[in-house]
């Protein structure tokens, strides 16, 4: 890698030379500089330019660049000559002046030095590549003392921080039942706590704040040099007071004893870092890096992340161009109230006060009056507090207190300024304390405008991670009334974070005003957003997004490291709303669109956010289509096709029979189990023992148990069912074979208490049953079964069975109204007289449409988003039956798998000497199953090679895999997630299941070439 990044500056370096024709220093040091900047950055440093510095006599200087560690240490500098100086004489200049000695490259555009420790280690003419390398090999490879030992003691930190906890939690639960003075500062806080943040606060937490606070106290008064902090904000006062009835002196030196190495290393840090900006990135490290370690649930709950400065910057100067563009006004002129909601270290605050610098009276003014921002987290409420006074101090020269930072839960704090348009709102009766005060005055505001970085931790994976969101009834009544009533999504997520958080700021924005989010994407492009959308659209007059995208999870090429703004797994977008009354009822809002490039990566995104500005943004203004969708909007006959499946006709199914109009009348989703590792199994006898145990460990807990524990994976429908006081045997009717995954013989524990949801599949479940199975979004794919079917068969499964069973009677689950349609349509025509489209036919011929290529190309944004509709090709009985023809023999070739001649693949077996010598301790061939399409080939282990898979049978995929592929990954050997499974039940070893793999294979390959013959006859029809 570093070869490619010294052979590309060398060509940079060339074509610089070519196009300005000069070798000035100005000129070329932008070639090297790219070059340490993408170096560095492969190591998660950030080069800075004209990095200023104190000397060690305390005068300053500037130096061309620095490479900063993320906690804002440098590892080294750089300073750039021009060809004609002498660069030994400049050298010994720059030295004179104070300029560091410790990691330091000197360069021209002939030569590179390299000071380290005082003395020069290597000096290299600049186009001879190997010793470049060597160069910058040992500049980046330099460690200070201070780094090594600050990650030294960051690990350290994850070892002790949790025996210090446990003692500081018991230590605070003796205070409670033994010392008066602190029960009673407790109590106070506690009622302090619950009507600012939320009524259901309890002692735990309270007992969590107080942790916080102390573990952090150190932290800030180093960081900051402001030891009285925890004296003097308003929280930290009322927690100080609480600490100080027990925790004092001895006793609080013994027990942070164990932290003293992470303190140090903080102290030691925070000495070297001497700007205040640079002081203020690395507070906000340790904000994301302390809060992991502390509570890593929380930190995702909270949505526990800073948002970096382009961002911010962008989206200031963006919400400060719509105010003046709107409304005539600029943030900084009076009666402009802006409020970050959710603050976090307070970025957002500290850059509009940068972004005022220069208007001293106008911001002060501000400062006092019209700056408003929330935090519910006691930690980043201290930093945001510390951030943004040292910020306002050093932008005007004198401390003043941020009086307007409220400790609050913002989305508990909804109150009349709902329909008031935020006038005033009188949340709380008899007030005396400060921060009470504060969230009074700041309801009292009108708020012009809402800006900020919600969480936005969607929903938790699993429940025994207790990691719920908790519940906001108030907002949640206001998404259900709006978001939810304009939605057509059969199941919605709205009650995401920051879905709650726009809901809220929609409401609390006055009539005239600007909202700016960073968040999720997904509110652009979800189908159970298209409420949001048409919502938005209506309240609003203006919507303006730029999509950084990033969406780790929609396109696996990306990587959330490299692509996305935040790191993470789910893309993210910058969004503007304004505000205004509207003159008209049927006014249109105008939205405009701008989409950075899929593949760019995340310093790419933020050097671009870096230089642009939202008034001159290329844009794309988008015209929603009827079903409020805004992007991949589609011109094509898809809505005057026949629904598969609809909701409507769902529901219809049961009451009126014969109103529904689609070809299925009942549909759910596949089964969706939770607790996959403990009722699938490949072995009846292994699924048998898991169960087994499953249900005894259940059937120790009862409604009134406290503590369930986490050997058994819980869910909240098992809370529920627990509660409901159900109980279950082991039975072996439950025990069934299961289409787990695709083309996969697996069974399944198919019970009521067991299975978390068993969607339809009650009400399909009798003998010659089949089903046709689907995504609900994502690529499209379809497969069919006999068997009870998986909510991940083929995506998020959706699954529709020719039959239907009610009290044992079985019934035609195609529509009366689908066989209408198709009998009016197709007609006998000429020749032999073929029976009309029977429901079986029709089932098939359904089968057959969504296997086609061409259908699935013409309509792949609508089956993206929307359930599959069928076109009716042809117009005689003839095209009916070959349509259905070809999904029978489809349908036969899925179903019947396992009974499909294999095909003839060559098995190389080359005996791995090694692996039966010493290897593993059972001397078993290391698996492999991996698949080499270029030359037809499965390496099953270290043994054995099947060849001769035709080229086609690849092609035959189901979602983002082959058929062959699934077979693959899902015979893998992988540790199981579940520590009960992993410990007790793991006993899943290919070696077992070797020759029944093959020879599946072999099946699977046959029915992957056939099918795509056979789909291939289907794409060749004339239509
Ligand atoms: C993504 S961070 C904000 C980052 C911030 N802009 C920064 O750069 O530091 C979200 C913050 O919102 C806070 N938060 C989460 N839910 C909240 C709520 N309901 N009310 C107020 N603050 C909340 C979290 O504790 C977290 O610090």
Not at 599 to 624: F, V
Request: charged share 30%; aromatic share 10%.
């Amino acid at each position: 890698m570093s070869q490619v990044f010294i052979t590309q500056y060398l060509a940079e370096l060339d074509r610089l030379r070519k196009v300005s024709g000069s070798g000035r220093e100005t000129i070329v040091r932008e070639a090297f500089k790219d070059l340490l900047k993408a170096w560095g950055r492969t190591q998660d440093l950030t080069f800075v330019a004209e990095y200023p510095l104190k000397t060690a006599t305390r005068s300053n200087i500037t130096v061309d660049g620095a490479l900063l560690h993320s906690i804002r240490t440098p590892l080294g500098w750089w300073e750039a000559k021009d060809a004609d100086d002498d660069l030994d004489a400049e050298i010994a200049a720059k030295f004179r002046k104070g300029y560091p000695k410790d990691n330091i490259v000197f360069s021209d555009d002939v030569t590179a030095a390299l000071w380290q420790g005082g003395s020069e280690v290597l000096r290299c003419a600049m186009d001879d590549t190997a010793k470049l390398e060597k160069l910058l090999k040992l500049f980046f490879g330099y460690e200070r003392p201070e780094i090594a030992s600050f990650r030294q003691a960051v690990e350290q930190f994850k070892t002790d921080l949790p025996a210090v906890l446990n003692a500081l939690r018991a230590m605070i639960e003796r205070q409670q039942a033994d010392n008066p003075a602190f029960r009673r500062a407790a109590r106070r806080f506690l009622k302090h706590a619950q009507e600012a943040i939320n009524p259901g606060l309890g002692e735990a937490d309270v007992c969590e704040m107080l942790i916080q606070h102390v573990l952090t106290e150190e932290i800030f008064a180093k960081v900051f040099d402001d030891s009285d902090f925890h004296r003097k904000n308003n929280v930290a006062h009322e927690l100080y007071v609480l600490e100080e009835t027990f925790f004092t002196g001895g006793l609080k030196r013994d027990t942070l004893k164990g932290l003293e190495t992470y303190y140090a290393a903080i102290r030691t840090t925070a000495a070297q870092i001497g700007s205040h900006q640079e002081k203020q990135t690395f507070l906000k490290v340790i904000y994301e890096n302390f809060y992991k370690v502390y509570n890593a649930k929380a930190a995702d709950r909270l949505g526990v992340v800073y948002t970096p400065g382009e961002i911010v910057r962008f989206m200031i100067d963006g919400a400060d161009w719509l105010c003046e563009q709107h409304f005539g006004k600029s943030l900084i002129d009076r009666g402009v109230d802006i409020l970050d909601p959710a603050t976090g270290t307070g970025t957002f605050v500290c850059e509009l006060l940068e972004h005022f610098r220069g208007q001293d009276k106008k911001l002060a003014h501000k400062y006092k009056e019209e700056l408003h921002a929330n935090e519910v987290a006691i930690l980043p409420y201290y930093v945001a507090n510390l951030n943004i006074e040292a910020t306002f101090a050093a932008i005007t020269g004198r401390y003043e207190e941020f009086a307007n930072l409220c400790f609050v839960d913002t989305l508990d704090n909804v109150g009349l300024h709902t329909q008031a348009h935020g006038t005033t709102a009188d949340l709380f009766g008899s007030v005396s304390d400060e921060n009470v005060a504060r969230i009074k005055r700041q309801n009292a505001r009108r708020i012009s405008v809402v800006i900020g970085n919600p969480p936005y931790n969607a929903n938790q994976a699993n429940e025994n991670d207790n990691n719920k969101n908790r519940e906001y009834p108030a907002i949640d009544a206001r998404i259900k009334q709006t978001y939810i009533a304009e939605s057509t999504a059969q199941k919605t997520k709205l009650y995401d974070m920051y879905a709650r958080f726009y809901r809220w700021a929609s409401d609390r924005l006055d009539a005239n005003g600007v909202l700016a989010f960073v968040t999720n994407r997904s509110f652009l492009d979800s189908r159970t957003f298209d409420g949001f959308r048409k919502t938005v659209a209506g309240e609003f007059a203006e919507v303006r997004v730029v999509d950084l995208g990033g969406d780790v999870r929609a396109n696996p090429k990306l990587s959330g490291t490299r692509h996305n703004v935040f790191g993470i797994q789910t893309g993210v977008a910058i969004a503007f709303f304004v505000k205004k009354p509207q003159k008209t009822k049927d006014h249109r809002c105008r939205i405009f669109y701008t989409r950075r490039p899929e593949l760019e990566t995340a310093d790419e995104k933020l050097a671009w956010l870096g230089q642009s500005r939202l008034a001159r943004l290329a844009s794309e203004e988008i015209r929603p289509d009827a079903k409020g969708n805004w992007l991949d909007l589609t011109h094509n006959d898809f809505d005057d096709l026949l629904p598969v499946i609809d909701k409507d006709a769902k529901a219809k199914a049961v009451t009126k029979v014969g109103r529904e109009r689609a070809v299925f009348k009942l549909f759910g989703n596949g089964i969706n189990t939770a607790r996959d590792d403990w009722v699938t199994d490949y072995d009846s006898d292994d699924l048998q023992r898991k169960v087994e145990f499953f249900l005894a460990e259940y059937s120790r807990h009862d409604a009134r148990s406290t503590d369930l524990g986490t050997l058994i994976k819980w869910s909240r429908n098992l809370k529920t069912k627990l509660g409901r006081g159900m109980a279950e045997e082991f039975g072996a009717q439950a025990l069934r074979r299961y289409a787990y995954r695709p083309f996969l013989p697996q069974y399944g524990y198919l019970s009521r208490l067991l299975i978390d949801e068993l969607g339809q599949w009650p009400a399909f479940d009798g003998p010659g049953n089949r089903s046709i199975n689907f995504p609900a979004g994502k690529a499209f794919c379809c497969l069919a079964s006999d068997l009870p079917t998986d909510f991940h068969f083929t995506g998020d499964t959706k699954t529709a069975s020719l039959y239907r069973y009610e009290n044992g009677e079985r019934l035609d689950n195609i529509s009366d109204w689908a066989r209408k349609q198709f009998t009016q349509h197709y007609k006998a025509g000429t020749g032999k007289r073929l029976e009309a489209p029977t429901k079986a036919g029709i089932f098939h011929y359904v089968y057959a449409v969504l296997h086609d290529p061409v259908y699935r190309e013409k309509y792949a944004l609508n089956l993206k988003r929307e359930f599959p509709r069928i076109p009716l090709h042809g117009s005689t009985r003839a095209d009916f039956w070959r349509w259905a023809g070809w999904g029978e023999q489809l349908m036969k070739l899925h179903i019947g798998y396992e009974t499909v001649e294999p095909h003839p693949l060559k098995r190389i077996d080359t005996p791995d000497t090694k692996a039966r010598t010493h290897q593993d301790e059972d001397h078993s061939p290391k698996p492999l199953l991996r698949s080499e399409p270029e030359v037809g080939r499965i390496l099953i282990d270290s043994e054995t090679t099947l060849t001769g898979v035709p080229p086609e049978a690849w092609t035959y995929r189901l979602g983002n895999r082959s058929a062959i592929d699934w077979v693959l990954d899902q015979h893998k050997e992988k540790k199981p997630k579940d520590l009960t499974i992993r410990e007790k039940f793991d006993t899943y070893r290919l070696k077992d299941h070797k020759e029944r793999v093959i020879e599946l294979l072999g099946r699977v390959v046959a029915v992957s070439a056939e099918t795509v013959r056979i789909v291939g006859e289907i794409e060749g029809d004339a239509r």
